[in-house]
C-alpha cells in the first residue's frame, strides 16, 4: 500500500470516495484508523460517523441517508462500509450510480476484501474513487519491512535470520506483528534477535503447520538435525497436527532415501514406479542420501512400524515421535 495515501487522508480535504481494496486485512485496518482518528478529531464526532456492514440483503436506504445528510459543524461526515465484497453486485451498481449523481454526497468509504473484475461497476468507481490497493508484501519488500519494523524499535535481526522468521510467518501481516512483538520483549536488554530466538519463540502460521511445515520436518531428518527437527515436531504437534499424518510422511521420507540411494539415474522412472508425481524430490534427496547406510534405512523402516503399532495402542504422539526422530538422525 502506498503509505502517502494515508497522510492524504489524514490531512487534505476527504474525497468522495475512498475505495479500499484487496486481501491484506493490516493496510485495510490502517486506512479505517486514519479515518475514525480524523473524525475523533471532531466535537460532533458521533454524529458524523456511520459504519455499516455489507450482507447479501443489504439495504441502501440507510446508507443513501446518511450520504445525503448535512454533516454537523465544520467537519467531514465520513460514512464507511465494510465487507462490501459481499453486496450483491444489482446492488452495489444501485450505489455506484447514486454516487454519479450526486456529486455534494458526503464522504464514503468502501472497503472490499476482493475484488471480482467482471463487477461493471467498478469503470465507474474508479473515475469517482480514491483507490487505495491492500495487496500483501512480498519478496525483498517484506524483508524490508521487518527490518525496519525491527529498527523503529530499536532492534536489529541479520537478513538470513528475517528469511528464516518469514518462512514461518508465511507472509500474514498480523501474524508477523504478533510474533515480532514477543520476540522484542523477548530479547530486552539485547539489541539482535537471532535464529536462536527465533526457534525458541516464535509460533508457526497456521498454514503453514497444515502446507509445509511437515516436509520442513522431513527434510530436516535426512539432514540430521536433530535439535532442529525436534523443535519443529513440538511446534507441529502443539497446532494440531496428528501424529498419525506425519509419520507416514516419515516413512515416505526414508523411501525416498532409500530409492536416491539405490536408484541407477534414471529418476523420472523410479518416480514413477513409487508413485510420486515428479522426480524433483528424488533428485532433491540425492546429497542426503550419501549420509546414510543401508543398514540405517532399514533400521529405519523397523523403527517406523514400532512407532506406527505404539501409536495404535495409545502411547503419547510426543513421545513415540520424538524417540522416532532420536532414532533416524
Known amino acids: 500500500m502506498d503509505k502517502t ?41 458521533q454524529w458524523n460517523w456511520s459504519v455499516f456492514h455489507g450482507t447479501k440483503d443489504l439495504s441502501l436506504d440507510p446508507i443513501l441517508i446518511e450520504l445525503a445528510t448535512v454533516p454537523w459543524g465544520e467537519a467531514p461526515k465520513i460514512v464507511v462500509l465494510r465487507d462490501a465484497h459481499l453486496v450483491p ?14 456529486p455534494e454526497a458526503n464522504c464514503l468509504a468502501l472497503f472490499f476484501d476482493a475484488v471480482d473484475k467482471r463487477w461493471k461497476y467498478l469503470k465507474v468507481l474508479r473515475k469517482l474513487a480514491l483507490e487505495i490497493e491492500c ?12 527490518l525496519d519494523y525491527c529498527a523503529q524499535r530499536g532492534k536489529k535481526m541479520e537478513r538470513v535470520t528475517v528469511e528464516h522468521f518469514l518462512a514461518r510467518a508465511d507472509g500474514n501481516l498480523n501474524f508477523i506483528h504478533n510474533e515480532l512483538e514477543k520476540l522484542i520483549a523477548f530479547v530486552e536488554g539485547r539489541e539482535v534477535i537471532t535464529a536462536q530466538d527465533i526457534q525458541a519463540l ?65 529418476w523420472e522412472a523410479t518416480a514413477q514406479e513409487m508413485g510420486e508425481s515428479s522426480a524433483w524430490a528424488l533428485k532433491k534427496l540425492r546429497a542426503q542420501a550419501k549420509k546414510f547406510s543401508l543398514d540405517e534405512i532399514f533400521l529405519g523402516f523397523q523403527a517406523v512400524v514400532q512407532a506406527d503399532g505404539e501409536l495404535k495402542l495409545g502411547a503419547s504422539g510426543e513421545e513415540v515421535l520424538t524417540d522416532l526422530i532420536i532414532k533416524l538422525t
Open 202 to 266: 516464535t509460533s508457526l502460521w497456521p498454514g503453514q503447520v497444515a502446507d509445509h511445515t511437515i516436509f520442513q520436518l522431513t527434510d530436516l531428518i535426512v539432514q540430521k538435525k536433530r535439535g532442529e527437527a525436534l523443535g519443529v515436531l513440538k511446534l507441529l504437534l502443539s497446532g494440531g497436527e496428528s501424529p498419525l499424518r506425519i509419520l507416514p510422511l516419515i516413512e515416505r521420507q526414508l523411501r525416498l532415501v532409500l530409492a536416491a540411494k539405490t536408484s541407477s539415474g534414471n
Open 89 to 102: 453486485t444489482a446492488t452495489m451498481e444501485k450505489l455506484v450510480s447514486w454516487l454519479q449523481d450526486n
Open 5 to 45: 495515501l494515508l497522510d492524504r487522508l489524514a490531512t487534505e480535504p476527504l474525497p468522495r470516495v475512498i475505495w479500499v481494496h484487496g486481501p491484506e486485512s493490516v493496510w485495510q485496518d490502517q486506512v479505517y484508523d486514519v479515518l475514525r482518528q480524523r473524525n475523533s478529531e471532531d466535537s460532533m464526532a
Open 135 to 146: 495487496s500483501p508484501l512480498e519478496g525483498e519488500r517484506l524483508t524490508r519491512y521487518v
